[in-house]
């Protein structure tokens, strides 16, 4: 009966729908219309809405939704997996809809991402350079060569050795049942063994060693796996997992950090290929993927900063040797210059003569003649010295001796010093020889344009005194040398015969000078005719005079004791 | 890239019956006269293609067995297949297979197994009569007369081990 009643209630409420739509209704269905009303009572209505409306069914499941997915995670990620497609969709739709309010959430996170990256590859590479730089040039570089070379590994894998205090060589994930390699990565520079070949031995070797020596008791020889395994500098850190292994062959010393690194690595890898490892039939494509998370073990740790011990005590030496040489230099420097000093000083101290002022490494040998009135040569040399002790103690090394005389010089506190008398008599003797050439004069006899006797005999000196003139003018580089001849004549007679016979005379004296090899070229024949004052006698008028110029060698020095010697023809010349 | 399927496949018998020669006219077409003793488990790795399908196979040449050693089951731990290799020049040998065919089926549940009668090539000393070979077909297993020297069979056997691994997975 129940089940006859159940399947009519059924099919009554299978119709309900078409009844609803259907225009006529039959006898049984408003019984059934009535047995509904007397069921449900005032919520029939409201009953039938709920049932039809879907308003409603999402408003009851916008009340549950958020329990309901929290509880269906807590179970297991099947609604993950269901909704992740969906997710994806929606996320790709949001941006293709607008790109900017994405762009605007990434921003503040993607402008440190990229400085930490930037910033991450220039300190790789200023290290790297850095690097390259030390152990190119350094001692321990030739040293490790030579090591490297007896040791048959190439340079740069031995450097790698010796300036990493671990890195890790390779990675593998193994699966646990099989052995078999998962997936594998390989440091750069590495000379890797076949990786396969590798994980498949670990796994034996693990195998060998739980056999011989753990428990006999299956249960716990599950827990319990090779660890790691040393040889050399080379490590094997094993990490089980319950389906996989990570295998890490680090050389050097592996720090915590890697440990920990791993094992979040092994972790994470479960997690992520649960169901693939525990169904694993040799089919590796999946596991590509984790090429990623096994790079994030190859890390390695550089050497703590030990080879740039080395440098510094080099350029210390250096700077050291370089400086002392530095100042060395500047000391040789200012001592010479404190030298130069010294003399001048010496040189210009008042009533000072110096005669000789020397000086080698060691010491300074002066000798100086001194009038009685000026300081005395100890307070001199305090004054310069007190200039040598300002600069360095190696002016103590220098031994100043002096040597003074003290010279009564009177009047005068010029000197006479010993130094110049070679060029003095030079000068000398050319005055003297002027002077005697112009003193020599020739007389004549009335009328007459020859010489006497007496003036004849006095011919000899006179052309080898000019000679000599000539050949000292030569010597010391004067060029305008010039010899006049003037002929003069007596206050009787005309004026011109005066003039041609006094032109005569002096033609005379020059004719004979020219005929015994004086150049005719320095010698001026002047006529002067009669310009003598009536006072003088007639015969002294009758004459021959000799002017030379230049008067002296060397026109610079002492001009006044040329002057003074023979002002007079000058004078007679320009008149 | 096609798909490369890795597999283990272990080499399982009494001492100095050729398992190791074998593998290694297998993988490097060598074969030397000379008695190396497999201590532990060798391992090798070949590819090879069957049906299409390129396999790995990592090989593990686990040392014999004899009355002082046995079968370390953990070597066989996850392979998809086994050789059982026995020498048709010594009779003793064959009264192992049927103890090594029990712990290979106790610790590999379902996993094809390959006779290998070896020493083909020794024909004068070869001892296998018929009440032999029925003793062997008596286990219920697919046996091939092979020699590492000669290099017969070497190929097929493995094949034929491959072509029964896939038909494994594909059972299952």
Known sequence: MEDCEASEGLSGEGRTSTKLKGADESVEDNNYLKLRQLLLGDDYASALNRYISKEEDAERVAKVLAKAIHLSNQEDASLGDALAPVVDQAIGRSIEDNPQRITNIIFPIMGPAIRKAVSNALTEMIQSLNTLLEQSLTLSSLNWRVKAWRSGIPYAQYVLLQTVKYRVEQVFL??????????????????????????????????????????????????????????????????????????????????????????????????RYAYLLAKFDGDRSPFDEADSLLSECLISQKVAQAPKRKPWLAICVLVAAFSYFCVQQFNVYQHEGLLEDLENNIRQEKGYVVLEFKQDDTSVSIEVLRSPESR??????????????????????????????????????????????????????????VARVESSTFYFEPKATQLTQPGLDKIPTLINDVKTLEHMTKRFGIADLQIIIMGFADNLGTEYGNKTVSQKRADTIRSMLVANGIASNIMIAWGVGNIDHASMAEKSQRRVNILVTPKLLQTDLDSETGLDSDPRPNDGALK | MTKVIAKKICMVGPFAVGKTSLVKRFVESIFSDK???????????????????????MIWDIEGVDIFTELKPSFLRGAAGVFLVLDGTRLKSLDMAEKLQAVIEQHLPGVPIVGLLNKSDLSYEWKLGESELEEIEKLGIETLTTSAKTGQNVEEAFRALVEKMTLETGRV
């Open chain 1, 174 to 271: 193994v699966h646990h049942e099989t052995g078999l390699l998962l997936h594998s990565v390989t440091a750069k520079e590495v000379v890797a063994q076949d990786p396969e070949l590798v994980s498949s031995m670990l796994t034996a070797i693990s195998d060998f060693v739980s056999d011989s020596f753990s428990a006999s008791d299956d249960a716990l020889r599950a827990d319990e796996t090779l660890e790691r395994i040393r040889f050399g500098q080379l490590e094997l850190l094993l990490f089980a997992g319950p389906h996989a292994i990570l295998a890490l062959a680090v050389r050097g010393n592996a720090s915590d950090e890697l440990t920990s690194k791993a094992h979040r690595v092994i972790e994470s890898i479960h997690e």
């Open chain 1, 376 to 433: 005395l040569p100890d307070v001199v040399i305090e004054e310069s010295n007190t200039n040598f002790n300002k600069g360095t103690d190696n002016s103590t090394f220098i031994k100043i001796d002096i040597k003074d005389t003290v010279v009564h010089f009177g009047p005068l506190p010029k000197p006479v010093p010993l130094s110049q008398p070679k060029a003095k008599t030079e000068n000398e003797l050319y005055r003297d020889l």
């Open chain 2, 35 to 57: 008695y190396l003793t497999t201590i532990g488990v060798k391992i090798s790795k070949k590819i090879m293609t069957v049906e299409d399908e390129q396999f790995q196979l």
